[in-house]
């Protein structure tokens, strides 16, 4: 069955909808844009916005197998690219015979059989076409950054003893980054940008309805306009749409009629998730839910 090629940023965007992903206006651009160049694309924005989740849903609509690097300090090519299976090598070579010479030995333990297969060397080898996610890609050092370029601007791998690995097909690559530390100019220039940033009140309002629509639509509202009311605050980490998916399990869960004071302070560690930042919520925020007789009651001088 040959894949899904979207001809129009609208197709791509109902394709999204789909499976399930809302898309904004550019993130639809910039998906069709990618899988029409073949250029990466760089998504850049918070925490919980919805990056990682765009490029499992654009492999759903693609049809297209996800193959995921997840970064982390430290993380080297023998993790990310490929390494040899020392054991499997060694386990060969107690099996030759005494007067096999080196020549015989190299060529027996450098095939592709002795080679552990990772995500980047995955994506590049497959025959079918994936969707390459590299998530996270500010985890790393520039070093690794470097090797990345290379592999993402020829999309092949030189391995010294086997030769040039070269991709048979095009992969869709999406690069997410939290933004935590800021990416050398040389791999921004390589690929598109897309920067995700918190939903608008509309946006996140269908999205929470779309992963809770048993969540009556007046509450989903309320709890989408608090969420946007918290995260104009100053705080440590902002309640992302993760957060708004969660709040709304969970007030399902409880069976919660409203959200009101009460119900607020109970449930509100589900969106924030700071010691001081619970302080400043409850005050500025909690006191915003309480019903209006009782704030009248509340500015009365004590008798
Ligand atoms: N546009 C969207 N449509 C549907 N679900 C979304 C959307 N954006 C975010 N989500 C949901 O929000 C949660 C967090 O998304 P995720 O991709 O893990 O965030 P990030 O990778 O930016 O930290 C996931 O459960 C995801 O399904
Ligand atoms: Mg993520």
């Not at 985890?139 to 010294?160: V, Y």
């Amino acid at each position: 069955m040959p894949a899904t090629s979207p001809t129009s940023v609208p197709e791509l965007a109902e394709g999204l909808r789909s499976v399930g992903y809302l898309p904004g206006e550019s993130t639809a651009l910039v998906s069709f844009l990618a899988t029409k160049l073949g250029k990466p694309v760089l998504v850049e924005g918070p925490a919980g916005v919805g990056k990682t989740e765009l490029a499992k849903a654009l492999a759903r609509f693609l049809d297209r197998r996800l193959v995921r690097l997840q970064c982390y300090e430290g993380l080297d090519e023998a993790k990310a690219l490929y390494e040899w299976n020392y054991r499997k090598q060694l386990l060969r070579i107690q099996t030759e015979s005494e007067d096999a010479g080196w020549q015989d030995v190299q060529g027996d333990i450098f095939g592709e059989e002795f080679l552990l297969q990772r995500p980047l060397m995955t994506a590049i080898a497959s025959e079918d076409p994936v969707v390459l996610l590299i998530d996270e890609i500010d985890k790393t050092d520039q070093e690794f950054e470097a090797m990345l370029l290379e592999l993402l601007s020829d999309f092949q791998i030189s391995i010294p003893e086997l030769g040039l690995i070269a991709a048979r097909t095009q992969p869709v690559v999406l690069l997410t980054s939290n933004n935590t530390r800021e990416l050398t100019e040389a791999l921004k220039r390589r690929c598109l940008y897309l920067w995700l940033d918190y939903p608008d009140l509309e946006h996140e309002l269908q999205i929470v309805r779309l992963h809770s629509p048993e969540l009556e639509e007046t509450m989903a509202r309320k709890l989408v306009e608090v969420v946007h009311m918290v995260r104009e605050l100053d705080l440590k980490k902002p309640p992302s749409i993760a957060e708004s998916i969660d709040w709304a399990r969970a007030l399902l869960l409880l069976g919660a009629q409203d959200i009101d004071e009460g119900t607020f302070r109970s449930t509100m560690s589900v969106i924030v998730k700071h010691r001081t930042d619970l302080d400043i919520v409850a005050e500025r925020v909690g006191v915003k839910l309480r019903p209006a007789e009782a704030v009248a009651g509340d500015a009365r001088p004590a008798a």
